[in-house]
């Protein structure tokens, strides 16, 4: 079954730094394109960061370039997000998704994952 499971979310203080886990079960996370999504109450998913398959090619919002780093662990079957310099605005439900097929056309559209998990809360204090 095509499962993923995100961990590693928590509270922290503004300059802090968390690192969230997507694991991948019924399929080989590194042949496809794998994102990192956030979401507000009362707002659309934001694309925050995605890994293209075997070639890793990676894609940043301009929110986060600079402080986030999505990376992969292909013997674990696990996506990572390292999340650095973290502001409150950072704070939100963030999901790890899968598409398809390896290429990440379209960064940050949602509608292109057909994988979901089922979040982790990042909340960041002042």
């Known amino acids: 079954q095509v499962q993923l499971v995100e961990s590693g979310g928590g509270s922290v203080q503004a300059g802090g730094s968390l690192r969230l886990s997507c694991a991948a079960s019924g399929f080989t996370s590194s042949s496809r394109c794998m994102g990192w999504f956030r979401q507000v109450p009362g707002k659309e998913r934001e694309g925050v960061a995605s890994?293209?398959?075997?070639?890793?090619?990676?894609y940043y919002a301009d929110s986060v370039k600079g402080r986030f780093i999505i990376s992969r662990d292909n013997v674990k079957n696990t996506v990572y997000l390292q999340m650095n310099s973290l502001k409150p605005e950072d704070t939100a439900m963030y999901y790890c998704?899968?598409?398809?097929?390896?290429?990440?056309?379209?960064?940050?559209?949602?509608?292109?994952?057909?994988?979901w998990g089922q979040g982790t809360q990042v909340t960041v204090s002042s």
């Open positions: 890994v293209s398959g075997f070639a890793g090619v990676t």
């Open positions: 998704a899968a598409r398809s097929g390896p290429y990440c056309y379209s960064f940050g559209q949602a509608r292109e994952y057909n994988v």
